[in-house]
Nanobody, 123 residues
Framework: QVQLVESGGGLVQTGGSLRLSCAAS????????MGWFRQAPGKERELVAAISWSGGSTYYADSVKGRFTISRDNTGNTASLRMNSLKPDDTAVYYC????????????????WGQGTQVTVSS
């Protein structure tokens, strides 16, 4: 089992950057695929980015492609989401998630979730 804790959210102006981190505790982090999801008020949760257990495969939603970068450090048991050129539409609660049977370009297969971190982009 894996416990996940996000950090790094905050308030930023349009065009700014933030780096979200997800610290994992428990066994077997390096065997889990990791994903970042977000949920804005009144909207469904959406998969933003994902990375395979090895880091060899990544996925990005079209809305963030070219602006966000997902990475992981299996030695340090962390996953990160670098967010550049932020827009007001990026405002949401961001969640990291882990799963053993993740289908990398879909929201399927995630078993463990963090509590979320708020990202607010002002116009």
């Amino acid at each position: 089992q894996v416990q996940l804790v996000e950090s790094g959210g905050g308030l930023v102006q349009t065009g700014g950057s933030l780096r979200l981190s997800c610290a994992a505790s428990g066994r077997g982090f390096s065997t889990y695929a990791m994903g970042w999801f977000r949920q804005a008020p009144g909207k469904e949760r959406e998969l933003v980015a994902a990375i395979s257990w090895s880091g060899g495969s990544t996925y990005y939603a079209d809305s963030v492609k070219g602006r966000f970068t997902i990475s992981r450090d299996n030695t340090g048991n962390t996953a990160s989401l670098r967010m550049n050129s932020l827009k007001p539409d990026d405002t949401a609660v961001y969640y990291c998630a882990a799963g053993l049977k993740v289908v990398i370009a879909t929201p399927l297969g995630y078993d463990y979730w963090g509590q979320g971190t708020q990202v607010t982009v002002s116009s």
